[in-house]
């Protein structure tokens, strides 16, 4: 479709009541964006310490099967906090990210990270020691997707267009 667009549902977004609230509060905004953060570093500090566990690095005397186990809880809460705060973001600033094109970056790195986390990067983290070649690659490959997406992520305040 010619000419189809999701600027009008953007621009509709940064116009509600609540996307209004918080782009006028600098306090709330400084919140949203803490709390985003700290989202951040749950996660990536998760997927790092099983990450490196499988290239050699990380808590060699437990395997990253278990580790990944006893994580997951603070993994999916990192991720969880990171999907609830980043709409809210998004929202008071949604035509500039709409126009940003590190934002779609991010947003097509976030989908891949995601889908890869819960799928391949999964399977070989469940199935280690037993696939040690495999399990290298799928951390390098975990880890280069959720750096690109936080390095996507900083790289739309730093391009923003007006």
């Known amino acids: 479709m010619a000419g189809w667009s999701l600027l009008p549902a953007f621009e509709w977004l940064q116009h509600t009541d609540l996307a209004e609230t918080i782009r006028h509060s600098a306090a709330l905004i400084a919140t949203l964006e803490i709390v985003h953060l700290l989202g951040l570093t749950l996660l990536l500090g998760t997927i790092m310490m099983i990450d490196f566990t499988l290239l050699g690095w990380g808590i060699g005397r437990f395997p990253a099967s278990k580790i990944a186990i006893e994580l997951n809880g603070w993994t999916v809460a990192g991720l969880a906090i990171m999907l609830i705060s980043g709409p809210l973001i998004l929202i008071s600033e ?69």
């Open 94 to 162: 949604a035509v500039k990210c709409y126009r940003s094109p590190a934002f779609w970056i991010k947003m097509t790195l976030l989908a891949l990270a995601i889908a890869y986390h819960f799928t391949i990067h999964r399977k070989a983290v469940l199935a280690e020691p037993a696939l040690r070649g495999n399990v290298k690659l799928a951390a390098s490959v975990s880890l280069a997707l959720w750096i690109a997406v936080a390095l996507a992520g900083k790289g739309i305040a730093i391009f923003q267009s007006s």
